[in-house]
């Protein structure tokens, strides 16, 4: 079987419509919204503060602390029941694993970093939205981060390899491959990777890179966010 | 030949290159990473000579000995105070620190201060853990009454306060208030209600724009217009934070 | 609190609040629809910076035994820890049921939804409506903010395609959700002898008393009193009058909203 042309018109290497902006939540010391296709992540960032239960402390650095949900009139389909599920659970864990490497937090011991996701809408791709939303709600909060992160899903659908597949991609028919990656900005290293469906070594090597490319668009759209932030009111710098 | 790769006073984002080269040294929220200068804050890269350095636009306070803060009591024990920050680490307030006045065991401390009031007071000590040590026994260093206390972004105080206490004393002439300007992002005021809401929006004016040059201009303009008042010449006294003027 | 109260009394007694408004002003209200396209219907609400989101999600299910030629309602609502600082992770807690009772409570007792018309079969089907409340940002009066986000989703729901007794989502009708009433909250808060509507979170923090009044035509249809302290039958009667000279203003906002399906 082959996969000649995506559903929704798009070539192989493209997204679809990126869009972000930084400090929407006035009360979280840092926030931002990220869209991509109709998937759309709210990221709200809370600290350094106060960290209880005090067992979870530690007293040589900050801690960073994720809570993905997905709103209940989000999906496509039935409502989803709010409150955590295994699935968010590891979404939240893994977002977690994805952010913490461009992460200081050496200067907040005790502390905790808290980094609460919500999507109103979603269209596959949640939990790389919700990286690319935090990785600017954290920036928009001033902490202290080495690099951006971003990501996205790439894969395969029978023949070919693609970037961020949508809902109806994922649930084709045939040969596929959902692979949600993240990467520091600087170095293009990966701090998410997860796989989902079948695919052969060099396949995966070819859509690793695939993302690689694409993702620099990600990283133009999350820099225009914080920086459009400052610039909103007063039409433009000294 | 290294070369600076951004405008100086420019906004930055975290990852982003600043310059490249092993003569320029990385300062404050910024880092080497091999031959180049990256920035670790969102802020404005500030290039001094060979010194790259960031000042933050965001950010929580990071407590640093000498600053004089507004707390807030949070706590009252038999021997001090628990006073609330406004940053992730309370602060102790012990007796012997508060007051010169002898006091005698069992004594009730909240005739001293009380839960929920605001004090002006000096951070005489950050541990490593981050834990903080006040004093109140200094010039100006006093339990705040009346007024209200709201929240400033701590990365925007010195332009708040200004060359000198030029900026608050702006303020402090057009509207007639007084205000005290906590390193922490705690600001007091207390006046007139209608002149409060002028000084406050002049304050959040400040905030906003910090990064864009020609403020004091700007805000000058605003608080004649808002006020009617003349605003003369600031002499450059000397500001002293912790006092009412 | 007791130095943040006074401050506030005393610009009440000159008419002034923290932000400049009069006691009985409400800040910007702002109203926008299908604002989720999976859901429903959906909208977005802001008076100010108090965000709101909610969504309406319809299901097919057996109606009550006690009402068997009804549909049928039921209203959550999640005040998240993204919103505020105060708002921790978790199940939802008293202030969070109270504000999904009280906005359910007002759609119900106005009989907002004509629930016969959301019969399938007579004792069999029915058309279950679940709306969720997202608080979005916390800038005080949650629960007016989440009462017309409510119905705002409620007025921009279309029913989905039923075939074969299944619901196929995404594949929606021209046919409107049957509303034909549009109640709406009002709450007031006395804060020692004054009464001022459209809180701020420092007010929220100070008061004395509350009372969500919510009207539809005129009429009132949920009362709501929250806080510590009491009211006296005249102070009620003033901010029943509030609420229902208000309600109307508030109403019009439904009308000027941007994004209606």
């Known amino acids: 079987m ?41 990221a709200a960032v809370y600290g350094p503060r106060n960290l209880y239960p005090r067992f979870l402390q530690n007293p040589r650095e900050g801690i960073i602390r994720v809570n993905y949900a997905m709103m209940p009139f989000s999906s496509k389909g039935e409502r ?38 919500e999507l109103p809408q979603t269209d596959a791709g949640t939990r790389c939205a919700g990286i690319c939303a935090a990785s600017i709600a954290l920036a928009d909060a001033g902490i202290p981060m080495k690099d951006l992160v971003a990501a996205v899903s790439v894969g395969r659908v029978d023949d070919k390899i693609l970037v961020d597949l949508n809902y109806d991609e994922e649930a084709f028919e045939g040969k596929v491959a959902d692979i949600p990656i993240a990467i520091i900005q600087r170095t293009g290293e990966l701090s998410l990777l997860q796989m989902d469906g079948e695919i052969e070594k060099e396949q995966l090597i070819e859509a690793l890179k695939l993302g690689q490319e694409t993702i620099t668009k990600i990283f133009e759209v999350q820099k225009k966010a914080l920086k459009e932030k400052y610039h909103a009111e007063n039409g433009g710098e000294e | 030949m290294g070369q600076i790769s951004v405008e100086n006073k420019s906004i930055v984002i975290p990852g982003e290159e600043l310059a490249s080269g092993m003569e320029f040294l990385p ?103 981050k834990l903080i040590d006040l004093t109140m026994r200094g010039p100006g260093l006093r339990k705040l ?63 906003q724009e910090s990064h864009l040059s020609g403020l004091t201009e700007r805000i000058k303009e605003f608080l004649e217009k808002a006020t009617g008042k003349k605003i003369e010449e600031f002499k450059g006294e000397q500001n002293d934070l912790s006092q009412e003027n | 609190m007791k130095q943040l109260k006074s401050q506030i009394t005393k610009g009440l007694e000159q008419d002034l609040r923290f932000d400049g408004r009069k006691p009985l002003d409400w800040r910007k209200i702002e109203v926008e629809y299908s604002i989720s396209k999976n859901a429903e219907g959906s909208a977005r609400v802001k008076f100010g910076d108090t ?72 004792g069999e089907k029915c058309w279950m409506v679940s709306i969720d409340v997202v608080t979005i940002n916390d800038a005080g009066n949650l629960l007016d903010v989440s009462a017309l986000a409510a119905l705002a989703a409620l007025k921009d729901t279309k029913m989905p ?67 510590g302290g009491t009211l006296s039958i005249e102070d009620v009667q003033k901010m029943v009058e509030i609420g229902i000279e208000k309600a109307g203003d508030i109403r019009k906002h439904l009308g000027k909203a941007k994004g209606a399906k």
């Open chain 2, 145 to 207: 009454s009346g007024g209200r206390v709201i929240e400033v972004n701590t990365n925007k105080v010195p332009r708040i306060i200004g060359k000198q206490g030029s900026m608050v004393h702006m303020i402090k002439q057009a509207t007639d208030c007084k205000i005290v300007v906590g390193q922490n992002g705690l600001l007091w005021i207390l006046g007139e209600l209608k002149s409060e809401l002028i000084a406050i929006e002049a304050i959040r004016k400040i905030e």
């Open chain 3, 161 to 227: 395609k039923l075939e074969d007794e299944t619901v196929k989502y995404g594949e929606l009708t021209k046919e409107s959700l049957p509303l034909s009433k549009e109640p709406i909250a009002v709450t007031v808060l006395k804060i020692g002898k004054f009464l001022v509507v459209d809180p701020l979170v420092d007010e929220e923090e100070t008061y004395d008393a509350r009372l969500t009044v919510t009207v539809t035509d005129g009429s009132i249809c949920a009362l709501q009193k929250g806080g």
């Open chain 3, 51 to 122: 965000e709101v989101l909610a969504g309406v999600k319809l299901s097919v299910g057996k109606p009550y035994p006690d009402t068997p030629e009804e549909g049928a309602l039921m209203v959550e609502a999640e005040l998240t820890p993204m919103s505020s600082p105060e708002f921790e992770t978790g199940p939802p807690d008293i202030k969070a049921i109270e504000l999904a009772r009280v906005v359910d409570r007002g759609i119900r007792e106005a009989k907002a939804i004509d629930m016969k018309k959301l019969c399938i079969e007579k």
């Open chain 1, 2 to 42: 082959t996969y000649p042309k995506r559903i929704d018109g798009r070539k192989l290497n493209e997204t679809r419509e990126i869009e972000a902006k930084a400090g929407i939540i006035k009360r979280a010391d840092g926030s931002a919204m990220f869209r991509i296709g109709k998937t759309v992540a709210y």
């Open chain 2, 27 to 129: 300062s404050f929220g910024t880092y080497r990473d091999r031959d180049k200068i990256v920035a670790s804050r969102l802020g404005l890269v500030s290039i001094d000579g060979k010194i790259i350095k960031i000042i933050p636009l965001a950010g929580k306070y990071n407590p640093k000995r000498g600053d004089v803060i507004i707390g807030k009591v949070e706590d009252v024990s038999y021997s001090g105070w628990r006073i609330n920050t406004n940053c992730a680490y309370p602060a102790m307030l012990s007796v012997k620190d508060a007051t010169s006045e002898f006091v005698g065991r069992g004594t009730d401390l909240t005739q001293f201060f009380d839960v929920d009031d605001y004090l002006v007071a000096k951070i005489v000590n950050v541990t490593s853990q």
């Open chain 1, 80 to 117: 989803v029941r709010p409150g955590p599920s295994r699935r968010s659970k590891e979404i939240s864990m893994v977002t977690e694993k994805a952010l913490l490497p461009v992460l200081n937090l050496e200067e907040f011991p005790n502390a905790v970093v808290d980094v609460f996701i």
